[in-house]
């Protein structure tokens, strides 16, 4: 298993030092691995990253900060330092055409990443039902 703390960012967009490494540049790391990229998205509050997948869905990447005690920290994103996140998870969507959502995964912010990158290469590679 790689260890995504000391993982380089590939070629993609990461902070200067690990202390400063966000959410989506751990998860980027990760994916790609798998050689899969993802972009990211905001609204006012919350960040996430989306995966582009068959026929119209897609997966949305954030992390669940509810259990975090940090009143400053919405209660999903991505930007924020991996450091200021421990306690909280990764959470993995998958919308269809249809707009419907379905759990692919969820995991722990610390150890979870390849997991969740690994659902998501399984999810884009799977025959279509």
Not at 4 to 14: A, D, F, N, R
Not at 23 to 45: C, F, N, Q, T, W
Not at 82 to 101: H, K, M, N, P
Not at 113 to 121: K, L, P, V
């Amino acid at each position: 298993m790689i260890d995504l703390t000391k993982t380089p960012c590939l070629g993609l967009s990461c902070a200067d030092t690990e202390a400063e490494r966000t959410a989506a540049d751990v998860m980027r790391a990760a994916l790609a691995e798998y050689g899969i990229a993802a972009d990211g998205g905001h609204d006012e509050v919350s960040s996430w990253l989306e995966v582009h997948g068959p026929d119209g869905a897609y997966a949305v990447i954030y992390v669940d900060t509810t259990e975090v005690e940090d009143p400053n920290l919405p209660d999903t994103c991505v930007d924020t330092s991996i450091d200021e996140l421990g306690g909280s998870e990764w959470f993995v969507l998958t919308v269809g055409r249809d707009y419907a959502q379905n759990l692919l995964c969820t995991a722990p912010i610390e150890t979870g990443a390849t997991d969740c990158a690994e659902f998501i290469a399984n999810w884009l590679t799977a025959p279509a039902a």
